[in-house]
């Protein structure tokens, strides 16, 4: 139907004599011969259609940033995800670090504590061991072999033979 309209127009340009195309300020019509009014036309025609070719191009263009933009927004917020799952990791090895560390203090705090128990122990074993090698020498028969036996088993405790 376009179509039709535009050639019906055309077919009218044609065939006038006058063609009135706009009015001035006074209202007075500004006329154009038929033949200068189709090269109007024609030229309207083709800056039209340069303007729909631009704003094709235009869209072409958008629909292209768009699309990068959305791939964009797509690439970031996988990183972004990644992101955030690291920083979980980093708090779980945080965590991780700061069980172990309370858990090797006090493996540590144990560890002194039963060297410290061991020392005593052995010092008051050594002195066990001085009284009764003292003892020794002034004991009677029947008790001599009691003495021999806690002496034997202070050495063993001590680790030696």
Not at 1 to 12: G, L, P, R, S, W
Not at 16 to 21: I, L, M, P
Not at 77 to 101: C, F, G, P
Not at 147 to 160: E, Y
Request: net charge negative.
């Amino acid at each position: 139907m376009k179509m039709d309209m535009q050639k019906h127009v055309i077919d009218m340009l044609r065939s006038a004599k006058t063609v009135f195309v706009a009015q001035d300020k006074e209202g007075n019509g500004l006329a154009i011969d038929p033949h200068d009014a189709l090269g109007l036309v024609d030229s309207l025609q083709q800056q039209v259609k340069e303007l729909q070719e631009g704003n094709k191009a235009a869209c072409e263009s958008r629909e292209i940033a768009v699309k990068s933009m959305r791939e964009t927004c797509i690439t970031s917020n996988m990183h972004y995800a990644k992101v955030v799952e690291l920083v979980d990791q980093l708090a779980e090895r945080d965590r991780t670090i700061a069980w172990l560390s309370a858990d090797l203090d006090s493996s540590v705090s144990s560890q002194i504590d039963m060297t410290d128990k061991a020392y005593r122990y052995q010092k008051a074993l050594e002195e066990a061991k001085t009284a009764i090698q003292k003892n020794l020498a002034f004991a009677n028969g029947k008790d001599e072999q009691a003495l021999l036996s806690a002496f034997n088993h202070i050495n063993t405790a001590l680790g030696r033979e």
